[in-house]
């Protein structure tokens, strides 16, 4: 059974960092994926990851995949309050192609 | 919009009342999958269908839910009997074939059972 831990759990940053959260997944799976969740609202993908080596980049976050390692990071550089928000990773599972999501990481960006 | 919709947004119950919730996906999406997010949680599959078949049910999907999606378009899930544990954000994704399976989320329905 795939299992996707997330790290950390809660970060707080001031504006202007750096952090990079982690993605670990327990079996093979061919894709990654990167939601956003504001609180109260649903999920907005960012980043689809298709294969080993995989980097894409949308302004101040960067997402990048290593299949051997079991392993994705969403960095973001030079936060900003508008980032405050929770980051989910997903990997692709079963016959249903279904996603298996992690607990999430909890990001709030301090002025 | 051609985003997912879902409906209602909110639903507020009490036990053991039966509730049915629906969704209509992105239109030329024949892929429709049903999680349920807890609160402090990632999303959890319940259900999945390709076109008008469910292919894939969770062992989450006790007997008392129930989901379909009649001529491949909107889908209904239903949940009879309703426990204070079925309380929870339900959510409908949508994807299409030669995408990566990129799913598409509608805004959920909230559901409290008092």
């Known amino acids: 059974e795939l299992k996707v831990e997330q790290n950390p759990l809660f970060l707080s940053m001031q504006e202007g960092k750096n952090y990079t959260i982690y993605c670990n997944y327990s079996?093979?799976?061919?894709?990654l994926y990167w939601y956003r969740q504001d609180p109260g609202k649903s999920l907005e993908s960012l980043f689809v990851?298709?294969?080993?080596?995989a980097v894409k980049q949308e302004g101040r976050l960067m997402a990048s995949l290593d299949t051997k390692a079991r392993l994705s990071t969403l960095h973001i550089t030079a936060a900003v309050h508008d980032l405050s928000a929770t980051y989910f990773c997903?990997?692709?599972?079963?016959?249903?192609?279904?996603?298996?999501f992690g607990s999430g990481t909890q990001l709030t960006v301090l002025p | 919009d051609t985003g997912v919709s879902q409906d209602p947004r909110h639903k507020i119950t009490k036990r053991g009342q039966n509730v049915t919730f629906r969704c209509d996906p992105i239109?030329?999406?024949?892929?429709l999958y049903w999680y349920r997010q807890t609160l402090g949680q990632g999303p959890e599959f319940l259900t999945y269908?390709?076109?008008?078949?469910?292919?894939?049910k969770s062992r989450l999907l006790s007997d008392r839910f129930s989901a379909e999606r009649p001529k491949g378009s909107f889908s209904t899930l239903e949940i009879q009997r309703t426990e204070q544990g079925d309380s929870a954000m339900y959510l409908c994704?949508?994807?299409?074939?030669?995408?990566?399976?990129?799913?598409?989320f509608g805004p959920g329905t909230r559901l409290t059972v008092l």
């Open positions: 994704a949508s994807s299409r074939p030669g995408t990566a399976n990129e799913q598409f």
């Open positions: 079996t093979t799976s061919d894709r």
């Open positions: 990851l298709l294969s080993n080596g």
């Open positions: 997903a990997a692709l599972s079963g016959s249903a192609r279904q996603l298996t």
């Open positions: 239109s030329e999406h024949n892929r």
């Open positions: 269908f390709q076109n008008e078949a469910q292919l894939e």
